[in-house]
């Protein structure tokens, strides 16, 4: 008789460079919450703190950015203007430290369980910057400058509490996988092409995909080593195949919180303008019942 194996789920954040704007009456309820320490906030922040309170109970190792960040990033890196490198480029740390702050402040206000999981933050990697490096001689003396930059950037918030780092790219250059590879980074491509996952097993042995990229990961298991895989946004039947090549305990499950879709974002705004106003469902809401059914659906049926 098969038995039910509950899989850690773990956050990769939120695609997309845009978040659902929030109801002005939660804004200002976040505006007027007390903070431990004075600590400059903005509308960043509050997305980013949104998305921990979703994923408290749930998520077993917490993840807060994601594309949205990308204008958080731009604004704490020098030497670039209008989408072009101008000068040398540089770490202006301050906003993101503070957002780690704010995050870990938080987090340690959400009940034992919370406190105690790891957080990650989620950043679009370097080349999904999309800077054009025209200040510098070739690409492989830039990648060196801004991988140095992610490196300071990364390691002050690793000093304020944060766990590690995941790097997010539809297609990572070979330069950034190479420079920033380390412990406490991991790359990730969930809809990677046979190519891109190959780069990214050069450098881990963990990955982290969407279930119709299964089949490729399987194939390239004849050249590569993989440890542990975890299957983003799956239904637990998508887990299955995994047990013919995996452990169980080598089996994740992950989460990315999709608000890239145009389309999927328009049907719903549209369904909400039909509603009556005492039934529309914030994005605070919306997102803590993403976070809820996929906790549900995180497990497997073993023999």
């Given at each position: ?67 949205f ?36 402040a938080?987090?340690k206000?959400l ?18 910057l ?33 766990k ?14 190479e420079?920033?590879?380390?412990e ?33 990961l ?6 590569y080593?993989?440890r ?6 799956a239904?637990?039947?998508d ?5 013919e ?35 529309k ?19 497997l049926?073993?023999?």
């Open positions: 008789m098969k038995k039910r194996q509950n899989l850690i789920l773990q956050s990769f954040g939120a695609t997309g460079r845009t978040m659902p704007a929030p109801k002005a009456d939660e804004l200002a309820k976040w505006i007027q919450t007390p903070r431990p320490k004075k600590t400059d906030c903005d509308i960043t922040t509050y997305f980013l703190e949104r998305q921990l309170r979703a994923q408290a109970g749930f998520a077993d190792i917490l993840g807060c950015g994601g594309g960040y990308y204008s958080r990033l731009l604004e704490s890196i020098g030497g670039h203007k209008e989408g072009y490198v101008n000068g040398e480029l540089y770490a202006i740390p301050d906003m993101l430290k503070a957002d780690a702050e704010c995050v870990k938080l987090q206000t009940g034992r369980n919370c406190s105690a999981t790891p957080l990650n933050f989620v950043l679009p990697s370097p080349s999904a999309k800077l054009n490096y025209i200040f510098y001689d070739d690409i492989g003396e830039y990648y060196s400058a801004i991988c140095e930059v992610y490196a300071k950037i990364m390691r002050e918030q690793r000093d304020l509490g944060v590690s780092h995941i790097l997010c790219a539809d297609l990572f250059a070979h330069d950034e996988l420079e920033l590879s380390r406490r980074v991991f790359f990730c491509s969930p809809a990677a092409t046979s190519r891109q996952l190959s780069n990214i097993l050069e450098y881990q042995t963990a990955v982290a995909i969407i279930p119709s990229k299964l089949p490729v399987f194939e390239l298991m004849n050249e080593e993989v542990e895989v975890c299957l983003i946004n239904k637990p039947s887990f299955e195949p995994c047990l090549h995996f452990d169980p305990d080598c089996i994740k499950a992950g989460g990315t919180e999709l608000w890239q879709d145009a389309k999927t974002q328009n049907e719903t705004k549209t369904k909400r303008q039909t509603e009556p106003e005492t039934e469902e914030s994005a605070a809401e919306s997102m803590t019942a993403f976070w809820k059914d996929l906790k549900e659906n995180s497990y049926m073993r023999d």
